[in-house]
């Protein structure tokens, strides 16, 4: 039988909920950047004050650090599931998609096509549409206006022999409903068509197995999975190898760098491995045995889904019950993660600032997801409340954001 997850434990491992200044307070904008672990905030107090030097010297500190580095890049592999070669760590999501858009454009001819849809936050949409200044012809996965999905039965009738890429998210920062991104992946591999999937909403609900996803490419912020402010994707080798080089010319052989002129950040891409420590942590805490990092991720996902969709039922049930507020997205718990966009009667944000007296902490507004909400009519301003938790959220923060809402609507 799966064990079901020990929340005194997780919330053990995040120091916010020791914290005086936190108390009492209960976190519900989880989509817009999580509480770090304390394996992320130890790793970083550790790199800042024994290895801040150049690293990949011969001497000791350097080395560490160097090897600290490497050792983020092996272990996030390991329990996405792809090769050591595929993963790339660069300042965020936003600017790893604004590389590979030149990168792409540069092996394509003009009158290529390219796929993308107004479900994504601007990150994987806007640096691939304007392509369309440059040759390329860019065409729109829409989204139906009432339900906020996408119809991968749609996809089809999009697809050329002259499709090079399509962009989608696995699930959007405000419908919350998981794409069938394996599904999706597979369609488009049939066509040869590049697949590049935005995971930023999706895996600080458990990091995925990308490989059996089957992304080409798949993004993540590392400043939503407990982790330090890093965006990290996953690229597959054979597409990295198709690309030009994005960084300096002689770093070309440099697998880690062609996708990242910035140049790394020393301390966050080794803190990555406080990601890692972490899910370590949470799979020995509930199982037993030694599994292999692939399989440690997949149990460590399922555990976390299990705990979210258990506290996400009430949530929904509550908002389901009310005629003073519109759920954005399904209210089927088990199809979609806690992101919970709403549109209230009243304004939301002043929603967002009365719920400040109740110590829930939330948002309101676009959350940069423009086309979203001008697809389905949603005034950008003000745009949405949204209500987002994670694993270490208690069925007591869920309650005390219910009588919250049941207060301030
Ligand atoms: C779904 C989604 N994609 C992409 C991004 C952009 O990520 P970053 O801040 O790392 O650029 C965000 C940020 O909120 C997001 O919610």
């Known amino acids: ?8 434990f997780v919330r ?22 999580s509480y770090a672990s304390g394996q992320t905030i130890d790793r970083l107090h550790r790199f800042y004050t024994e290895t801040k030097v150049q690293p990949y010297a011969p001497y000791p500190a350097s080395t560490t650090g160097g090897r600290q580095m490497d050792d983020a890049y092996v272990r996030l592999a390991g329990i996405l599931n792809v090769g050591t070669d595929e993963v790339h760590i660069g300042p965020s999501t936003s600017q790893n998609t604004y590389v590979l858009a030149h990168a792409f454009r ?87 068509v590049v697949s590049v999937v935005d995971g930023v909403s999706a895996a600080p609900h458990g990091l995925p197995d990308v490989g059996a996803l089957g992304a080409d490419i798949y993004l993540f912020s590392a400043y939503k999975t407990w982790g330090p402010h890093q965006g990290v994707m996953t690229v597959r080798r054979s597409v990295c190898d198709s690309l030009t080089n994005q960084s300096h010319w002689f770093n070309d052989e440099e697998i880690t760098k062609r996708l990242v002129p910035a140049g790394p950040d020393h301390a966050q891409v080794a803190a990555m491995n406080g990601v890692v420590d972490y899910l370590d942590a949470l799979h ?28 996400l039922t009430p949530l929904l049930d509550f908002l389901n019950s009310r005629s003073d507020v519109r759920i954005i997205g399904p209210s089927n718990p088990a199809v979609r993660v806690p992101t919970v966009a709403v549109l209230p009667s009243k304004n939301p944000a002043d929603v967002a600032t009365a719920l400040v007296d109740h ?42 954001l219910i009588a919250a809402l049941d207060a301030t609507l």
Not at 1 to 8: A, K, Y
Not at 136 to 148: C, L, N, Q, R, S
């Open 1 to 8: 039988m799966s064990p079901t997850l020990n929340l005194d």
């Open 12 to 33: 053990s491992q995040f120091p916010a909920f020791d914290q005086e200044s936190l108390d009492g307070w209960a976190f519900f904008e989880n989509a817009g950047g």
């Open 106 to 192: 540069q092996g394509w001819a003009d009158g290529d096509e390219i796929i993308v849809t107004n479900q994504d936050h601007e990150a994987n949409s806007g640096v691939w549409r304007r392509l369309g200044d440059r040759g390329i012809t860019v065409k729109e996965w829409a989204i139906d206006p009432v339900t906020g999905l996408l119809d991968p039965a749609e996809l089809h009738t999009l697809i050329t022999d002259r499709t090079k890429l399509a962009a989608f998210p696995h699930c959007s920062n405000i419908i919350g409903f998981e794409n069938p991104v394996a599904e999706i992946c597979a369609v488009l591999a049939d066509a040869g």
């Open 284 to 311: 020995e805490a509930h199982f037993d045995d030694g599994a292999a990092p692939d399989e440690r991720g997949r149990r460590v996902h399922d555990l976390i889904r299990a705990h979210e969709t258990a506290l």
């Open 359 to 400: 110590k829930i902490m939330a948002g309101a507004g676009d959350f940069y997801a423009v086309r979203v909400l001008q697809a389905m009519d949603i005034a950008v301003d003000p745009g949405v409340l949204r209500l987002s938790f994670v694993h270490y959220t208690s069925p007591a923060e869920i309650d005390q």
